[in-house]
C-alpha cells in the first residue's frame, strides 16, 4: 500500500489537513462501507435468530484478536469497551479500593482516567511532571509511591505534550497493578502490555474506528471482580442472580456494542500499511521541526505523534480559525497549547498547512 493509495483512503484529506487523531482519527472509506453494510445487512435480514447471533459472535471474536494484536497479548485476554474511560471504569470498579488505599498518577492524565480514579474512593496522590523533563517522570512517579499503594495509574503517551512515559521500568520499580490509559498510544506507536496488569484501548483515536468503540486488556482476569456484570458477562445463571462467568476478560464486555461500530472498527485495523509507525513518527518530528522555528514547542524529540506548542493568543479562538482556514488541530483548556496531531496519513503539505495559517 503505498501513501497515495493510503491518502485516498481518507476523503476527509482531500479538503481539510487532518492533525486531530488525539481526538478523533480520519474515518476511511472501507471504514464507513462497513458501517454502512452492517446497518443494511441488519435491515435486510433482521436483527434475531441463530445465525444472526453466531454471526455477530463471530465478529467480535475476530476484532478481539485484532485488538490483542495491538498490544501484543493473548485474544483471552481482551474485552471489549466504550471508550478508555468505560475500560478504567472496569478497572477501578472491579479492584474495590477503600479510603485506606492510594493511588499514584500524574498531572498530566485526561479526565477519562482521573474521574474514575476519584470515583474508586481511594486516596489519590499525583506526580508533577508536566513541567519537568520527560526524562525526570518516572522518578516523580516512583517518589509518590509507598507500601499503601494499591494502584499506579498513568497514561502511556500523555495527552499534553506525547511524551511517551517509560512503562517496562515503572513495572520492574513497582510491586502495586499497573493500570494504563492507551489512548494517545495504541495505533500511534508499537505497544507491548505484557509488563502491565490493565492496559485501555480507544478505538475512535488512532485506530480510526467508529466512535464508542475501544478494549481492555487484562493480565489476571480471575483476581479482578466483576462489577457490572452484564448478559455477556456470563454463561450461565441461576435465579438469585449468582452466575459462571465467561472465561477469561470476555467477562468484562462492557455491553453490546453496535454491531456496525463492531464492523467499521474490524474494517479499519485491518486496512493499515506496515510502514504506518514510522511513517507517523517522522511526521511528527517534521512537525515539531517547522513549528520550532515560530512557536514554543514543549513535546521533546523523540516521542510519540503528537507535537504541543504554546501560542501567544487565545487557544480556543486560534483553534476555530484554524478550521476555517482548513487545518484541524486541538487546543488544550488552560495550558495555552495547541497539538498537531500526526498520523501515517499526515503530508508534508499538511504540515505546511498548518505553518502557513498559523502565521496569517
Known amino acids: 500500500m503505498t501513501f497515495d493509495e493510503v491518502r485516498a483512503e481518507f476523503p476527509v484529506l482531500e479538503r481539510v489537513a487532518y492533525l486531530n487523531a488525539g481526538t478523533f482519527g480520519p474515518l476511511a472509506r472501507r471504514t464507513s462501507a462497513a458501517l454502512v453494510g452492517e446497518a443494511q445487512a441488519e435491515v435486510e435480514r433482521g436483527r434475531g435468530g441463530k445465525p444472526f447471533y453466531e454471526r455477530i459472535q463471530e465478529l467480535r471474536g475476530r ?3 485484532l485488538l490483542a494484536a495491538e498490544l501484543s497479548v493473548p485474544a483471552e485476554n481482551v474485552a471489549l469497551t466504550y471508550s478508555t474511560s468505560d475500560a478504567c471504569n472496569v478497572v477501578l470498579g ?14 498530566s492524565e485526561h479526565f477519562g482516567l482521573l474521574g474514575p480514579l476519584h470515583g474508586s474512593g481511594a486516596r489519590v496522590r499525583v506526580a508533577a511532571i508536566h513541567e519537568r523533563p520527560a526524562e525526570e517522570a518516572l522518578d516523580a512517579i516512583l517518589a509518590e509511591t509507598s507500601p499503601r499503594t ?3 495509574a498513568v497514561s502511556h503517551v500523555t495527552w499534553t505534550k506525547g511524551h511517551v512515559l517509560p512503562l517496562a521500568e515503572l513495572a520492574e520499580r513497582v510491586d502495586a497493578p499497573i493500570l494504563v490509559d492507551g489512548a494517545q498510544s495504541v495505533g500511534a506507536i508499537p505497544v507491548d502490555a505484557r509488563a502491565c496488569d490493565f492496559y485501555t484501548i480507544s478505538g475512535q483515536k488512532w485506530l480510526c474506528g467508529p466512535d464508542a468503540t475501544g478494549g481492555l486488556y487484562v493480565a489476571d482476569p480471575d483476581r479482578l471482580r466483576v462489577s457490572r456484570p452484564g448478559y455477556l458477562s456470563q454463561v450461565s445463571y441461576r435465579s438469585d442472580g449468582s ?5 477469561g ?3 468484562f464486555d462492557t455491553g453490546w ?19 504506518r509507525y514510522e511513517r507517523a513518527r517522522e511526521m511528527a518530528e517534521r512537525c515539531r521541526e517547522r513549528l520550532a522555528t515560530g512557536f514554543e514547542v514543549v513535546t ?9 506548542f504554546r501560542v501567544d493568543a487565545d487557544s480556543s479562538a486560534l483553534v476555530l480559525k484554524l478550521f476555517e482556514r482548513g487545518v484541524l488541530v486541538r487546543d488544550l483548556p488552560g495550558l495555552g497549547l495547541l497539538r498537531a496531531s500526526c ?5 508534508d503539505e499538511d504540515l505546511d498547512r498548518l505553518v502557513a495559517a498559523l502565521s496569517v
Open 300 to 308: 521533546e524529540p523523540g516521542h510519540a505523534t503528537m507535537v504541543s
Open 94 to 107: 472491579g479492584l474495590g479500593l477503600t479510603p485506606e488505599d492510594e493511588i499514584v498518577t500524574t498531572d
Open 257 to 275: 456494542l453496535p454491531t456496525g461500530s463492531v464492523a467499521g472498527l474490524e474494517a479499519a485495523l485491518g486496512g493499515r500499511p506496515d510502514w
Open 249 to 251: 476478560a470476555t467477562r
Open 150 to 152: 494499591a494502584l499506579v
Open 63 to 65: 476484532v478481539r484478536g
Open 243 to 247: 452466575y459462571d462467568p465467561r472465561p
Open 343 to 347: 498520523g501515517y496519513w499526515t503530508s
